[in-house]
Protein backbone atom coordinates (compact mmCIF):
# COMPACT_ATOMS: atom_id res chain seq x y z
CA UNK A 1 0.00 0.00 0.00
CA UNK A 2 1.83 3.45 -1.37
CA UNK A 3 0.12 5.94 1.20
CA UNK A 4 1.78 8.73 -0.42
CA UNK A 5 -0.21 9.37 -3.86
CA UNK A 6 -3.00 11.34 -3.35
CA UNK A 7 -5.26 9.62 -1.30
CA UNK A 8 -8.12 11.84 -0.62
CA UNK A 9 -9.12 11.42 -4.65
CA UNK A 10 -8.04 7.62 -4.69
CA UNK A 11 -10.59 7.24 -1.16
CA UNK A 12 -13.85 9.52 -2.76
CA UNK A 13 -13.03 7.11 -6.08
CA UNK A 14 -13.43 4.11 -4.50
CA UNK A 15 -16.30 4.86 -2.32
CA UNK A 16 -18.14 6.14 -5.17
CA UNK A 17 -16.99 3.35 -6.78
CA UNK A 18 -18.39 0.46 -4.26
CA UNK A 19 -21.54 3.01 -3.68
CA UNK A 20 -22.54 2.51 -7.41
CA UNK A 21 -25.66 0.62 -7.77
CA UNK A 22 -23.96 -1.73 -10.27
CA UNK A 23 -21.26 -2.48 -8.19
CA UNK A 24 -20.65 -5.48 -5.56
CA UNK A 25 -17.71 -6.84 -3.45
CA UNK A 26 -17.34 -10.18 -2.48
CA UNK A 27 -14.53 -10.99 -0.58
CA UNK A 28 -12.32 -12.91 0.53
CA UNK A 29 -13.33 -15.64 -2.61
CA UNK A 30 -10.73 -18.29 -3.48
CA UNK A 31 -10.72 -18.60 -7.23
CA UNK A 32 -10.23 -21.84 -7.90
CA UNK A 33 -11.62 -23.37 -4.59
CA UNK A 34 -14.83 -21.40 -4.09
CA UNK A 35 -15.34 -21.09 -7.63
CA UNK A 36 -13.97 -21.62 -10.76
CA UNK A 37 -13.28 -19.22 -13.08
CA UNK A 38 -15.65 -21.11 -15.79
CA UNK A 39 -18.36 -20.88 -13.82
CA UNK A 40 -17.54 -17.01 -13.39
CA UNK A 41 -17.80 -16.63 -17.29
CA UNK A 42 -20.96 -18.73 -17.18
CA UNK A 43 -22.18 -16.21 -14.73
CA UNK A 44 -20.68 -13.00 -16.15
CA UNK A 45 -20.44 -11.22 -19.64
CA UNK A 46 -16.86 -10.52 -18.73
CA UNK A 47 -14.47 -11.55 -15.89
CA UNK A 48 -11.22 -9.69 -15.26
CA UNK A 49 -8.62 -11.06 -13.04
CA UNK A 50 -7.11 -7.94 -11.10
CA UNK A 51 -5.45 -9.07 -7.77
CA UNK A 52 -2.11 -7.64 -5.77
CA UNK A 53 1.21 -9.58 -6.62
CA UNK A 54 0.88 -12.06 -3.45
CA UNK A 55 4.54 -13.25 -3.52
CA UNK A 56 7.80 -11.57 -3.87
CA UNK A 57 9.82 -11.79 -7.15
CA UNK A 58 13.28 -12.88 -6.50
CA UNK A 59 15.79 -10.80 -8.14
CA UNK A 60 18.16 -13.39 -8.63
CA UNK A 61 21.10 -11.57 -7.18
CA UNK A 62 23.59 -12.59 -4.36
CA UNK A 63 22.87 -11.84 -1.05
CA UNK A 64 19.47 -11.09 -1.43
CA UNK A 65 18.16 -14.37 1.30
CA UNK A 66 20.93 -12.72 3.81
CA UNK A 67 19.29 -11.72 7.22
CA UNK A 68 18.04 -7.60 7.05
CA UNK A 69 17.55 -8.11 3.11
CA UNK A 70 13.33 -7.21 2.97
CA UNK A 71 11.17 -7.27 0.03
CA UNK A 72 9.10 -3.72 -0.07
CA UNK A 73 6.24 -6.01 -0.28
CA UNK A 74 7.46 -7.64 3.42
CA UNK A 75 8.85 -4.35 4.94
CA UNK A 76 5.72 -2.39 3.85
CA UNK A 77 3.26 -5.28 5.41
CA UNK A 78 5.44 -4.77 8.68
CA UNK A 79 4.80 -1.21 8.71
CA UNK A 80 0.84 -1.66 7.53
CA UNK A 81 0.54 -4.15 10.75
CA UNK A 82 -0.51 -7.31 8.30
CA UNK A 83 -0.44 -10.08 9.97
CA UNK A 84 2.13 -12.16 7.68
CA UNK A 85 4.44 -9.44 8.00
CA UNK A 86 3.95 -8.92 12.09
CA UNK A 87 6.77 -10.53 13.11
CA UNK A 88 9.06 -8.87 10.64
CA UNK A 89 12.38 -7.02 12.71
CA UNK A 90 14.30 -4.73 10.68
CA UNK A 91 17.59 -3.79 11.45
CA UNK A 92 17.30 -0.06 11.85
CA UNK A 93 20.50 0.35 13.66
CA UNK A 94 22.56 1.39 11.08
CA UNK A 95 22.54 4.94 9.79
CA UNK A 96 22.37 4.30 6.38
CA UNK A 97 19.76 2.06 4.26
CA UNK A 98 19.47 1.15 0.61
CA UNK A 99 16.58 0.51 -1.36
CA UNK A 100 16.77 -1.62 -4.76
CA UNK A 101 13.93 0.34 -6.90
CA UNK A 102 12.65 3.95 -7.83
CA UNK A 103 9.50 3.71 -7.58
CA UNK A 104 6.13 4.72 -5.61
CA UNK A 105 6.83 2.07 -3.12
CA UNK A 106 10.55 2.82 -2.99
CA UNK A 107 9.96 5.90 -2.15
CA UNK A 108 7.03 5.09 0.26
CA UNK A 109 9.86 3.28 2.11
CA UNK A 110 12.06 5.45 2.49
CA UNK A 111 10.01 8.24 3.53
CA UNK A 112 8.87 6.06 6.55
CA UNK A 113 12.50 5.49 6.76
CA UNK A 114 13.52 9.24 7.38
CA UNK A 115 10.36 10.92 8.36
CA UNK A 116 10.52 12.48 12.15
CA UNK A 117 7.96 10.28 14.70
CA UNK A 118 5.54 13.15 15.30
CA UNK A 119 4.58 12.62 11.25
CA UNK A 120 4.52 9.36 11.69
CA UNK A 121 2.24 9.13 14.80
CA UNK A 122 -0.61 11.26 12.83
CA UNK A 123 -0.84 8.14 10.11
CA UNK A 124 -2.36 4.66 11.02
CA UNK A 125 1.15 3.22 10.86
CA UNK A 126 1.22 -0.04 14.04
CA UNK A 127 2.58 0.51 16.85
CA UNK A 128 5.20 -1.89 16.80
CA UNK A 129 6.58 -0.31 14.30
CA UNK A 130 6.46 3.30 15.52
CA UNK A 131 8.08 1.66 18.66
CA UNK A 132 11.15 0.14 16.24
CA UNK A 133 11.10 3.88 14.35
CA UNK A 134 11.97 5.21 17.38
CA UNK A 135 15.08 3.45 17.89
CA UNK A 136 15.97 3.88 14.47
CA UNK A 137 19.35 5.32 13.45
CA UNK A 138 19.05 5.48 9.85
CA UNK A 139 19.59 9.17 8.97
CA UNK A 140 20.40 8.12 5.19
CA UNK A 141 18.49 6.10 2.47
CA UNK A 142 20.24 5.15 -0.78
CA UNK A 143 17.73 4.25 -3.84
CA UNK A 144 19.16 2.60 -6.05
CA UNK A 145 17.19 2.17 -9.59
CA UNK A 146 18.69 0.21 -12.77
CA UNK A 147 17.37 3.08 -14.75
CA UNK A 148 18.70 6.54 -15.08
CA UNK A 149 17.01 8.85 -11.99
CA UNK A 150 14.45 10.96 -14.94
CA UNK A 151 13.03 7.36 -15.45
CA UNK A 152 11.94 7.35 -11.50
CA UNK A 153 8.53 5.83 -11.60
CA UNK A 154 6.36 8.45 -8.96
CA UNK A 155 5.02 11.81 -9.36
CA UNK A 156 6.60 14.90 -8.79
CA UNK A 157 3.80 14.90 -5.91
CA UNK A 158 5.30 12.31 -4.10
CA UNK A 159 8.91 13.34 -5.18
CA UNK A 160 8.01 16.49 -3.17
CA UNK A 161 6.48 14.80 -0.01
CA UNK A 162 9.53 13.11 0.37
CA UNK A 163 11.47 16.25 0.60
CA UNK A 164 14.69 14.92 -1.41
CA UNK A 165 17.39 16.33 -3.65
CA UNK A 166 18.14 13.66 -6.68
CA UNK A 167 21.71 13.46 -7.56
CA UNK A 168 23.48 13.08 -10.94
CA UNK A 169 26.59 12.58 -10.87
CA UNK A 170 29.18 13.39 -14.10
CA UNK A 171 29.17 9.74 -14.81
CA UNK A 172 25.52 10.19 -15.43
CA UNK A 173 25.85 13.16 -17.65
CA UNK A 174 28.55 11.44 -19.78
CA UNK A 175 26.75 8.74 -20.71
CA UNK A 176 23.53 11.03 -22.21
CA UNK A 177 26.52 13.00 -24.11
CA UNK A 178 26.09 16.31 -21.66
CA UNK A 179 29.50 18.01 -21.69
CA UNK A 180 30.40 18.30 -18.08
CA UNK A 181 32.74 21.38 -18.31
CA UNK A 182 29.56 23.11 -19.84
CA UNK A 183 27.50 23.17 -17.37
CA UNK A 184 29.63 22.85 -14.50
CA UNK A 185 28.07 25.98 -12.21
CA UNK A 186 24.39 24.73 -13.42
CA UNK A 187 22.33 22.51 -10.77
CA UNK A 188 22.07 19.32 -13.14
CA UNK A 189 18.38 17.74 -11.72
CA UNK A 190 16.95 18.78 -8.52
CA UNK A 191 13.43 18.21 -7.09
Not at 41 to 52: D, E, K, P, T
Not at 116 to 134: G, Y
Request: a negative charge.
Amino acid sequence: MNILDDMGNVINTFTQTAQHERCSFNGNVNVGKDVTIEELRQAYHAVVLSYGAEGNRSMEIPGENFPGVFSAKDFVGWYNGLPTNKELCPDLSSETAVILGQGNVALDVARILLSPLDLLKETDITQNSLAALAGSNVKRVLIVGRRGPLQIACTIKVRLLLFYTLRVTESHLTMIGVNVEDKADEPVVQF
